[in-house]
């Protein structure tokens, strides 16, 4: 089992930056591959970046490529999401999810064995 919890939501103005973290116990955490999906109110939840469990190779949405950046921490168990220039479509909630490495569909949520509980973005002035 897998605990993941993630901190550093809130509320910005377009433009502005947040850094999300998710803290994970419970299992070896360099086992896993990491990611972060997000969920705007009355849409699906959506693939956001995801980084490899070792060599650190990292895959981004077409909609957050070049403005978000994931990484990791192995010593810390924990993983980030640096959020640039943020635009009010950026707005929902963001949650931290867990895999093994072997997994091969990196983008798919229904891959992702274990989830946090979220962190709400509000990007809005």
């Known amino acids: 089992q897998v605990q993941l919890v993630e901190s550093g939501g809130g509320l910005v103005q377009p433009g502005g930056s947040l850094r999300l973290s998710c803290a994970a116990s419970?299992?070896?955490?360099?086992?896993?591959?990491m990611a972060w999906f997000r969920q705007a109110p009355g849409k699906e939840r959506e693939f956001v970046a995801t980084?490899?469990?070792?060599?650190?190779?990292?895959y981004y949405a077409t909609s957050v490529k070049g403005r978000f950046t994931i990484s990791r921490d192995n010593a810390k168990n924990t993983v980030y999401l640096q959020m640039d220039s943020l635009k009010p479509d950026d707005t929902a909630v963001y949650y931290c999810?867990?895999?093994?490495?072997?997994?091969?569909?990196?983008?798919?949520?229904?891959?992702?064995?274990?989830w946090g509980q979220g962190t709400q973005v509000t990007v809005s002035s």
């Open positions: 419970g299992r070896t955490f360099s086992d896993f591959r």
């Open positions: 980084i490899s469990a070792n060599t650190y190779r990292t």
């Open positions: 999810a867990a895999t093994f490495s072997s997994t091969t569909a990196i983008t798919a949520k229904e891959a992702y064995i274990y």
